[in-house]
């Protein structure tokens, strides 16, 4: 079902008012994790500012450690929600259990199913069982087949929204977090209609080489990015050292806008 073979057309996304897919550039940004209500209000102010549309914040943050902030819950996604309306932004946010699905989608736009849960065949099951948007991120040491048969779950489940996301994969390379396999999109784009995306803060975990990155994901066809903003990425309770504080997010931002690449 996810194959262009069956669908010609781009599948098109439509959350908020922002068409994800088909031809237009789509930019997700906020911080890894939902903490706190004013550190969402000075992220949502600086994208709605930007004329950014998504909204992305962690609620269930899957810590490679159990004893790192593990994220704010429920209490996080509704926050998230809050925050969003207040600023008419669509809200993105990562759910791990199966029992989750049905009331995330009463709080976010768009669930994320996330590296680690690419082949939590349950959770894909339960995505594909409601009618919020997925974007589905590709595993860490994921083939493109697997990743594509994990999105045939939840799209022969009966829910046709779904995003891919590219993330970064495990190589024996440690200069970056991950290695950003640029050759996914291309190959992505051509066997299947779903949007495909590009994560820049995961891939490469390098604030120096995001904007590069980035134009090579659009170069290579690239339906969107997304990258972490925190308003004080240094006191961020994970991820510190690869969000971008406000006054980076922008010079990112128009940086890449003037690249031209941005549709
Ligand atoms: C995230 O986007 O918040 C995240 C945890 O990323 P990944 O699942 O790609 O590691
Ligand atoms: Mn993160």
Redesign the pocket.
């Known amino acids: 079902l996810v194959s262009r073979q069956t669908q010609e057309a781009d599948t098109i996304i439509r959350v908020h008012g922002a068409a994800i897919g088909g031809g237009t550039s789509t930019l997700v940004a906020g911080p ?1 994790a939902v903490e706190s209500y004013e550190q969402l209000r000075e992220t949502a102010a600086a994208l709605k500012e930007a004329g950014v549309r998504i909204m ?1 914040g ?1 609620a269930f ?2 810590r490679t450690s159990p004893y790192d902030f593990q994220g704010l819950g429920l209490e996080g996604l509704k926050l998230l929600r809050e925050v969003a309306d207040e600023f008419g932004l669509a809200a993105i946010s ?1 759910i791990v259990t199966p029992h989750d699905i049905e009331t995330a989608a009463r709080y976010v736009d768009i669930i ?1 199913i ?3 849960n690419m082949q939590n065949f349950e959770l894909l099951k339960a995505a594909g069982d409601v009618r919020t948007p997925v974007l589905l ?1 590709r595993g860490l040491a994921a083939t493109l087949e697997e990743f594509l048969l994990a999105a045939e779950y939840i799209v022969s489940r009966g829910n046709t929204q779904v995003m891919l996301i590219e ?1 970064g994969i495990r190589t024996y390379e440690k200069w970056t977090r991950n290695t950003l396999d640029i050759s996914a999109v291309p190959i992505l784009k051509q066997e299947s209609h779903l949007p495909v995306l590009v ?1 820049v803060t ?1 891939s490469t975990g390098r604030k120096d080489i995001m904007l590069p990155c980035a134009k090579a994901a659009l170069a290579a066809g690239a339906d969107g990015i997304m990258v972490e903003v925190h308003p004080n990425p240094q006191a961020a309770l994970s991820d510190a050292g690869q969000q971008f504080d406000i006054p980076e997010f922008r010079r990112f931002h128009e940086r890449l806008l003037a690249s031209g690449l941005f549709r």
Do not use: L, M, S
């Open positions: 890894c992305r962690g943050k899957p990562e994320q996330g590296a680690r991120k993330r994560d995961h």
